[in-house]
């Protein structure tokens, strides 16, 4: 999934369509979207992007009201005068939302990407499951990108499901231990629309699948396989993983990846950033 964050420049334009036609669209496990940000300081940019997607059929891509300054930002006002309030309109984090925010969600069947991770690492603040769940928003879980620092989504689950029992002082608030596992699998695919393709094993659809060892220690003593993935899950646990039948893990061991020579480059290329953003001393 790659989201292309693009401005109302021609360049940028014809970037964007260049990168989905040479480097995504070739490739039968990429999928593309445009980004752009909800503000009306960005205003003529979102409704270039907004329309853009449209065009390619795409999904629009913002981060929505991820922080609490951005309610400056008229989010709401400007998605709706870029025609952007859709099924095909992603927003991530989608914290700080009003009830009518959440009803207007709702109504347009916009779609909202849940990173519990980040929100906590970022001190953004805790989104509101229960009344999005209650309201009808569909709701998937995400990571995103290096901000939830360990990728782990077995980690990102416990969080989805801590912060809301923490908050509300209620261990039967919405989302319940197999609704976090539902958002991390099922619910992910069905809001990008791709249920069709990948989401659950079923006959048909692209062999997506993780394989875990239920013997490791951390699963001991197991009464309920849901409880114990979420609860106890580890990416240590995870065997064998299959992306559209390919096997990338197989046996515990990465799939034609040499982990030292990716270390290495990040290592390098983390170093040259730190260097060029630092100031000069
Ligand atoms: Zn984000």
New binding site residues.
């Given amino acids: 999934m790659f989201a292309h964050l693009g401005t109302a420049d021609p360049a940028s334009i014809a970037d964007m369509k260049l990168v989905k036609q040479t480097m995504i669209d070739p490739n039968p496990r990429a999928t593309f979207q445009v980004a752009s940000h909800p503000s009306e300081a960005f205003r003529s940019d979102l409704i270039a992007m907004s329309k853009l997607a449209k065009e390619l059929g795409v999904k629009l891509h913002v981060?929505l009201l991820?922080n609490i300054a951005q309610r400056e930002d008229k989010a709401f006002h400007v998605l709706k005068e870029a025609n952007a309030l859709g099924p095909d309109l992603l927003g991530?984090?989608g914290i700080h939302l009003t009830d009518q925010e959440i009803n207007i969600l709702a109504e347009h069947d916009v779609r909202i990407l849940h990173?519990p991770l980040?929100d906590m690492r970022l001190a953004s603040g805790v989104i509101r499951l229960p009344e999005l769940k209650q309201a009808g928003v569909q709701v998937g879980l995400g990571i995103?990108?290096g901000?939830n620092d360990t990728s782990d989504m077995f980690n990102d689950m416990r969080a989805a499901l801590g912060l809301q029992r923490a908050i509300s002082l209620q261990a039967g608030i919405f989302p319940r231990v197999a609704d976090v596992l539902r958002m991390a699998t099922v619910d992910g695919a069905k809001l990008l629309d791709m249920f069709d393709r990948i989401g659950s094993l079923t006959p048909g659809k692209k062999a997506d699948l993780i394989i875990i060892n239920p013997g490791n220690v951390n699963f001991a003593p197991s009464f309920d396989w849901v409880n114990q993935i979420v609860f106890n899950g580890q990416p240590v646990n995870v065997e064998w993983v299959f992306v559209d039948g390919q096997s990338l893990k197989r046996k515990g061991e990465l799939v034609d990846v040499d982990p030292e020579t990716i270390m290495e480059a990040a290592q390098k290329a983390a170093t040259r950033i730190r260097r060029d953003l630092l100031p000069c001393k």
Wanted: aromatic share 0%.
């Fill in positions: 981060h991820e991530a984090h990173n980040s995103d990108g901000t």
